[in-house]
């Protein structure tokens, strides 16, 4: 080895250098001591803790009843209404009621010209017992074998014609004097005495007011919500209003609209004139359980249905559809919810359903009636 090359090593292994030489491997020891001890152990839990709950504001809703009515836009019309039409020719001799006439069931309306059917009935009264004394006879001489079955069958036969012929000319007759087909109120009257009419003619208008029918049309969405039975209130002009029932809801959609027809009937005993006119309907509803709260606590979830962000009993989110009733300046009162609930009210934007929370009650909600609201959907 050259002098040369020992003097270096010399100085190489001087105390100094092997001190900054032990401090850097001093320094790479704990550096790598460090770094496998935060591979090997889990940070504090307070950390975790920090990490991992937010904290969020809630208050306790309790679900109150709700009375609930569907309003529709429909049509009234008279619970009965017919057009009395003459059913055989002849001139008017008389009129027995006038319009707005109260009339009962069989009331004589007017009285038509006689044109010779009196005298028809009269002979086919007198045929028809002529007929009846040839069979009977006929039948006496066939049991002591002096007359054919065949005579007996052709005379049965001329029997059922004159009793048929009979029938036609008692009619006939009967419709001299057309009558009321039911109990109501003569609206119009359309010939006057002396008038020749013709079989078939318009003689006056009967309708019956005492009760209404309303007719309307529920949309789809709001078809199962109405019932046979229900009670319906009707407004008409002049903002009164009248009791009714549902009696008829269609079992199939109108193709064009896709609503259902629904028939209303309405006791109307002061007769009042709303006939021919609009409504407005409101059916009552069974009563449900709602809850009510701002509408900006409502979300929209990623299936674009609408919902509310709660707590449940372990302290994790959990998001609650709704059905909207309706929104007012006291709130929006939804359906779909249990009867009790931890709504958050703040910090539901920054959690998501299933993530454990630290729930802070600020408010309890108070048992307190709710409005009654129309139905979804409902034609104001």
């Not at 006439?101 to 005298?119: C, I, T």
């Not at 009793?163 to 009558?179: F, R």
């Not at 009563?287 to 449940?312: I, K, T, Y």
């Not at 929006?332 to 454990?356: H, N, S, Y």
């Amino acid at each position: 080895m050259s002098v040369a090359l020992k003097n270096k090593l010399s100085r190489l292994m001087s105390p100094i250098a092997l001190a900054v030489l032990m401090a850097v491997v001093l320094g790479l020891w704990l550096l790598l001591g460090e770094k496998r001890s935060a591979q090997d152990e889990a940070p504090p839990f307070e950390a975790q803790l920090e990490e991992r709950l937010h904290q969020v504001e809630t208050r306790w809703s309790q679900a109150q009843p709700l009375a609930r009515e569907q309003v529709l836009q429909g049509q009234l019309q008279p619970w009965q209404q017919v057009q009395v039409m003459a059913q055989v020719s002849g001139r008017v001799e008389k009129l027995s009621r006038q319009q707005g006439d109260q009339v009962s069931a069989g009331d004589v309306l007017l009285e038509l010209s006689d044109e010779g059917r009196s005298m028809q009935l009269a002979q086919a009264r007198a045929d028809y017992r002529l007929r009846q004394t040839e069979l009977q006879s006929t039948r006496k001489l066939r049991a002591s074998n002096y007359a054919t079955e065949t005579e007996i069958v052709r005379l049965e036969g001329e029997l059922a014609r004159a009793a048929a012929e009979l029938k036609s000319a008692e009619l006939a007759v009967q419709y001299n004097q057309p009558v009321a087909p039911f109990d109501g109120v003569v609206d119009r009257r359309y010939v006057d005495v002396g008038e020749l009419v013709q079989s078939g003619a318009e003689l006056m208008s009967l309708v019956n007011v005492k009760r209404l029918k309303a007719t309307a049309q529920i949309p789809q969405q709001d078809a199962s919500r109405v019932a046979v039975g229900q009670q319906v209130k009707v407004q008409v002009t002049g903002g009164r209003e009248l009791e009714g029932l549902v009696r008829f809801v269609s079992l199939a959609a109108d193709p064009a609209t896709r609503s259902f027809y629904v028939e209303i009937e309405a006791d109307n005993p002061e007769l009042w004139r709303v006939a021919g006119g609009s409504a407005t309907l409101r059916i009552q509803l069974p009563p449900v359980l709602a809850h009510q709260f701002s509408p900006a606590l409502l979300r929209l979830g990623p299936d674009g249905q609408l919902g509310v962000h709660a707590v449940d009993e372990n302290g994790r989110v959990i998001n609650h559809p709704v059905r909207v009733v309706a929104i007012t300046n006291d709130g929006a009162t939804v359906e779909g919810l249990p009867e009790k609930l931890q709504v958050i009210t703040q910090g539901a934007g920054f959690v998501k359903p299933g993530q454990q929370v630290e729930a802070k009650v600020v408010q309890t909600s108070d048992a307190t009636a709710l409005t009654p609201q129309p139905g979804m959907g409902a034609a104001e």
